[in-house]
């Protein structure tokens, strides 16, 4: 009987180790989420913005395929695929594009009194 009570203790302690991380995780993953999303509306336009919160599940594709062996379809390969194209291409239009990322009170004003 004495030998099983390490056994039963050691397992206590694991899973309270593994409670520990998992609470770690569902603490700090959402407020990193959150708060790069808040920094990224105030620093950048909207679409570019909303476009980038959009792209995780763009980007746990790869992992999911290399890391857990999921298989995918040829549709999910080409809607990744032009998913990340068009992400591309907004973002080169936003680079070379002449319009302000954002509109000052005083941009108007000097516009208005030319």
Known sequence: ???????????????????????????LGPVIGVSSSLLAVQHVNIGVASTLMALPSIFMLPISYFVFKERFGWQVVAGTLITIAGVALFFFSQLHSKVPDKVSWENVALTHAK
């Open 1 to 27: 009987m004495s030998e099983h009570i390490p056994q039963v203790v050691g397992a206590n302690i694991h899973q309270w180790v593994v409670f520990g991380w998992v609470a770690f995780g569902a603490l």
